[in-house]
């Protein structure tokens, strides 16, 4: 039974809603601010309870135990009016005189005459007679200035004093009611800035954190260009994460890259250029000295007999045609490195065209003792080529075989079709090369023969081959083994008729 990770579930689980968010900074940083936002809120609501009990004030509040003496008071005084005897306010002396004896707080009640005189009490009252002026002048003062809720000890020791007329059998009468009133103790809380603070404060270290690894990409990305800006195109910023910062570092390094690709490739043509100059200038400066050397011993006479001069005559124009061709195949491998190049496409027939050529060179052959082995297919076989260059393709070949064939050997020349291409081979036995020959063999100018001695020509040979071969959708590949040397080339065949 497969065992199930908690963890890779729950990933694969939001994946749906964090991958949009990874990709776009914009939905990130929203994210982030919310996030933030909703911590500092509820770091403000955990630290508010514990600024609450510092600021915390207890307060005292009377109200409802005068709001009973009072209502006792009244409903004993409506009580004796409506029955017009003293009887209900003699129940509440005995009532607060019971509570008195079993040691509870009670209530002092007093009945007074229109004089003052005291004629119904409790027993812990000691007045006989009082000044009803000043009486009900501290029950107005005390009504009016008395606070609900109160922090002052003061209050808690002050005695509340309430009074009601009463006429029973048309005698006024006054009851007073009067008694320390007790006190609820509530708690009034102030929350003050101090969560608020915290939670500010909380949001914006959170933000900051979270945002710190976005704004250390961007630094390292500020920090990548000025070192590209310097000249280091090496230098390549990290990849981090899947937004618009990550594409725009990538965009950056890409950037690079192809600057440092496209100057390499400026130096490499600089190069070149210079080599080609170097190389021309040798190759143009060896068959032209001897030119002119000739031409010197003609003009001042400087030969025996008239067959040493026929011999001078000859030399020369043998220098001039090398100089020639020289400068034809100098010619046409810049024709064809120009990115302006076009080529004249038409349908080529290989077999007949290499038939034509190898006839044109049985001279060459002859010369050397070589002779060529064709093994090519019975039907004729098409290629969507420029026949010019073509010919120039195939001619290089060849004449290349011919000159660094062994003589008396044999040159094996094999057309085929594979699939979509023709695959023409060109195998001719030579002297071993080497591989560091063999890498260099399509380079402009390479000679395996270093001396430049031994076989005339330009060194633009093979390497005017590889480019008309490429020019035209193919490719082209040397090989070497026991003594062999072959050349394959490939080009894009036309469909069969």
């Excluded at 005189?97 to 209530?107: E, F, R």
């Excluded at 193919?474 to 040397?485: P, S, W």
Aim: glycine share 4%; with cysteine; net charge negative.
């Amino acid at each position: 039974m497969k065992k199930i990770r908690p963890f890779s579930f729950i990933k694969r689980l939001i994946k749906p809603v964090t991958a949009p968010i990874q990709k776009s900074i914009r939905l990130q940083l929203i994210t982030t601010f919310v996030f933030c936002i909703l911590l500092g809120f509820l770091a403000s609501s955990a630290t508010a309870p514990l600024f609450e009990n510092m600021n915390k004030k207890a307060m005292i509040d009377y109200s409802s135990s005068m709001e009973q003496m009072n209502w006792r008071a009244k409903y004993t005084a409506e009580a004796a009016v409506e029955e017009n005897t003293i009887d209900a306010i003699n129940k509440l002396i005995d009532e607060e005189d019971q509570l008195l004896k079993n040691g509870q707080n009670a209530l002092k009640v007093l009945v007074t005459d229109e004089a003052g005189k005291v004629l119904y009490k409790t027993k812990q009252a000691e007045e006989v007679q009082i000044n009803l002026h000043d009486t009900m002048s501290n029950v107005m003062s005390f009504a009016i200035n008395r606070p609900d809720y109160t922090d002052d000890k003061e209050w808690s020791r002050r005695e509340f004093i309430t009074f009601y007329p009463v006429s029973i059998k048309g005698k006024s009468l006054y009851l007073f009611v009067s008694g320390i009133p007790e006190g609820n103790v509530s708690y009034e809380t102030k929350k003050g800035p101090f969560p608020l603070i915290i939670g500010f404060f909380v949001f914006i270290f959170t933000y900051f954190y979270m945002t710190k690894r976005k704004m250390k990409q961007i630094e390292a990305m500020a920090e990548g260009v000025k070192e590209m800006a310097k000249g280091n195109l090496a230098y390549r910023i990290k990849l981090k994460g899947q937004d618009e910062i990550a594409s725009l570092t990538g965009n950056i390094n890409h950037m690079a890259e192809e600057l440092m690709m496209k100057i390499e490739k400026e130096r490499k043509a600089e190069k070149q250029k210079n080599e080609l100059i170097t190389n021309v200038s040798h190759d143009l400066r060896t068959p032209l000295t001897s030119i002119m050397g000739y031409l010197s011993l003609l003009r001042d006479g400087k030969y025996e007999n008239d067959q040493q001069h026929k011999e001078y005559i000859k030399v020369a124009f043998s220098k001039s045609e090398q100089l020639k061709n020289l400068i034809d195949d100098l010619f046409e491998y810049t024709k064809l490195t120009d990115e302006n190049f076009v080529l004249h496409l038409q349908e080529v027939c290989i077999n007949k065209l290499l038939d034509q050529l190898i006839e044109e060179l049985v001279p060459h052959l002859e010369e050397r003792g070589l002779s060529i082995l064709k093994n090519f297919p019975a039907e004729d076989v098409y290629a969507v080529a420029d026949s010019e260059q073509t010919v120039r393709l195939f001619d290089n070949l060849l004449m290349n075989a011919i000159k660094y064939s062994t003589e008396d050997s044999e040159i094996q020349v094999s057309l085929q079709r594979e699939q979509d291409n023709l695959k023409l081979s060109i195998a001719n036995h030579s002297e071993e090369f080497s591989k560091e020959e063999m890498d260099n063999l399509f380079e402009r100018f390479y000679k395996k023969d270093r001396s430049r001695s031994r076989v005339e020509g330009s060194g633009l040979g093979l390497s005017i081959a590889k480019s008309i071969a490429e020019l035209q959708g193919g490719e082209i590949q040397a090989e070497y083994e026991d003594g062999v040397v072959q050349f394959h080339i490939l080009l894009p065949a036309l469909a069969q008729k």
